[in-house]
């Protein structure tokens, strides 16, 4: 079924850490978003990328970095993990097509908890 | 660039009752309303959306209309139910285009009494 998968649902570490958050998706999309977003409380977008070897950061400041080596693969990547990262991360992807066709379609999210 | 207000934060209505959350923008060039529907743990999902030519549009019971002159739109929620619960986030895309142009509200929390 074509959708778009993030692991590990949920995630807690400790203060130091690096962690990698996974997302891909079988839908086809070309163009991938990482949200960041506190319970109930309104999405910020970190990143996001156009296609392979495309990223770009997003309105939100971030120490997080991504990839985009595949096209249904987009990771995030925090080196050293701090109690301020903790949130919930939700991946996203758009349909092809003119920027007024896009459709949004998010993953599960990643529930991230910093020790 | 874009900003956009949510009101009101969170609502109360009877099961059976509606329910509207309204929206502003700032850019006058936004062309595209997309609104989202997130339940307790769950992933945000697009429920209805609309673009800037047009005025209202309807899909069973819900509706989004538009006022550009006034740059707000709203969402209805007619005969509502008990699985109508959850956050509602309204959005606006700037003229850029593409969901890297989405602007947020900051959120609805609508809650059915029984």
């Known amino acids: 079924e074509a959708d778009i998968y993030q692991t590990p649902r949920y995630l807690v570490i400790g203060t130091g850490k690096k962690i990698t958050l996974e997302c891909s998706q079988t839908m086809g999309h070309d163009k991938m978003y990482w949200y960041q977003q506190d319970p109930g409380m309104e999405l910020h977008l970190i990143h996001y990328?156009?296609?392979?070897?495309?990223?770009e950061k997003g309105d939100l400041s971030s120490e997080s970095t991504v990839s985009r080596i595949r096209t249904e693969h987009f990771p995030l990547t925090l080196e050293s993990a701090r109690p301020s990262h903790t949130s919930q991360y939700l991946c996203a992807s758009t349909t092809a097509g003119t920027p007024t066709n896009e459709k949004l379609f998010f993953g599960s999210g990643t529930q991230l908890s910093v020790l | 660039g874009e900003n956009v207000e949510q009101h009101p934060s969170t609502l109360s209505v009877q099961e059976g009752d509606s329910a509207v959350i309204k929206c502003t923008y700032s850019?006058?060039?936004?062309?595209?309303f997309p609104w989202y529907k997130q339940e307790l743990g769950k992933r945000p999902q697009l429920i209805i959306d609309i673009r800037s030519n047009v005025g209202e549009k309807k899909d069973q019971r819900i509706a989004v209309t538009l006022n550009k002159t006034a740059k707000h739109f709203s969402l209805h929620i007619t005969e509502t139910q008990p699985e109508d619960s959850a956050v509602y986030f309204c959005a606006a895309r700037g003229a850029g285009g593409g969901a890297d142009g989405l602007t947020f509200g900051k959120g609805t929390h609508l809650i059915i009494q029984p």
């Open positions: 990328s156009y296609g392979v070897n495309s990223t």
């Open positions: 850019d006058s060039a936004s062309n595209y």
